[in-house]
């Protein structure tokens, strides 16, 4: 989204930001980009102070004639398209970037309650498509605009060596599949004892996870990184990427390993199918197999070539598929043709609002 914005043309485009926090660490990024910045301190749905939040969100809506509201997350969909709707804004866009599989039943319902706000809610994969369906969300109102990426950050790979060395990018939290990944570790040590894991992220799941690698006796080929700002240069120091999440939409993590030119293994799961191509740019394994995870792995550390080929493929697939550029004229379009169908005069810069 902070890309998005960025590279949004401003001779058709003024782009505004309300956020419940003006901080964090994402958040200078996108105050840089974005012609002004408005908080809205909700600290909880189930306070009272949420509806006078909710309140003065719609009237600034209403006193600054936004044409077209963008909600990009959970938290922001429930707050932003019915404080839109309440302003009247003409078009009121909702996302959708998760499955959602380990929220809340409740914040799930309000959710999708907050969608029949929405004109459009975009999906970055063909699989949150499928979601919102079951959802109840018409199949006219959505949307498909995967994500993109910045491929000049990842130059292409020229390493020469027995793939030994796999990384692993995602928040260690439950559902992601390091649990699974440490458990496969114990099989390819001991036919690769020279193999080590790379765990990029952090999170609530830190202090179990090392416990259960020192359970498992594979701690010493394991290093965690923690949250780190230089995934790039991590990755061009790896061979293998491995994500055995349980539930995923369309994880940038997969993209950015493809953008690096490294063969991955994934589960076969959500939107990752529609990023890898079994045997043509990674390998896919069932959720929450060790067995199959370590079998995978170990294929591209042994199989002569076939982890140059698959991180090569993965590298021309990103380039053709994901790059920033393509994202950035699919989310324009949507913005033009839902304005359009709204019959809202395009009097240029339009102001666009981003929650």
């Not at 995923?248 to 993209?255: H, R, S, T, V």
Request: hydrophobic share 45%; aromatic share 6%.
């Amino acid at each position: 989204m902070i890309e998005l914005v960025h590279r949004l043309d401003r001779s058709r485009w003024s782009v505004h930001l309300a956020c419940f926090r003006a901080r964090g660490s994402w958040f200078h990024r996108m105050a840089r980009s974005v012609d002004s910045v408005t908080e809205f301190p909700v600290g909880s749905f189930k306070r009272v102070g949420a509806l006078k939040h909710l309140w003065a969100f719609s009237r600034w809506c209403r006193e600054r004639q936004i044409a077209l509201v963008h909600t990009t997350e959970l938290y922001s969909n429930i707050f932003g398209l019915p404080g839109a709707a309440l302003a009247g804004v003409p078009v009121r866009i909702g996302n959708r970037r998760g499955m959602n599989n380990d929220q809340p039943r409740g914040l799930v319902g309000l959710q999708r309650a907050a969608y029949s706000c929405a004109h459009v809610v975009i999906a970055n994969s063909r699989a949150a498509a499928v979601r919102l369906m079951e959802e109840r969300v018409p199949a006219h109102k959505i949307t498909v605009i995967p994500n993109g990426l910045d491929l000049d950050r990842f130059p292409p790979r020229s390493v020469e060596r027995p793939p030994r060395r796999v990384a692993m990018v995602a928040n260690l939290r439950p559902g992601k599949g390091h649990d699974t990944l440490i458990d496969a570790a114990f099989e390819v040590l001991r036919r690769q004892p020279d193999a080590t894991f790379d765990i990029i992220g952090d999170g609530s799941e830190r202090d179990r996870l090392v416990d259960r690698a020192d359970q498992r006796r594979v701690r010493h080929a394991f290093t965690f990184l923690g949250q780190r700002e230089d995934v790039p240069a991590l990755l061009a120091e790896a061979d293998i990427f491995a994500l055995p999440s349980r539930s995923e939409a369309l994880p940038n993590a997969i993209l950015e390993a493809m953008a690096a030119g490294l063969p991955v293994v994934a589960s076969d799961v959500g939107g990752i199918p529609e990023l890898i191509a079994h045997e043509r740019t990674g390998l896919l394994v069932p959720p929450g197999d060790a067995a199959a995870l370590a079998g995978a792995l170990l294929r591209m550390m042994n199989e002569t070539g076939l982890a140059g080929r698959l991180g090569q493929a993965a590298r021309v697939a990103a380039e053709t598929h994901y790059s920033f550029d393509r994202m950035v004229t699919a989310f324009d379009a949507c913005y033009m043709n839902a304005l359009a169908g709204r019959s809202v005069a395009a009097v240029e810069p339009l102001d666009l609002l981003v929650s």
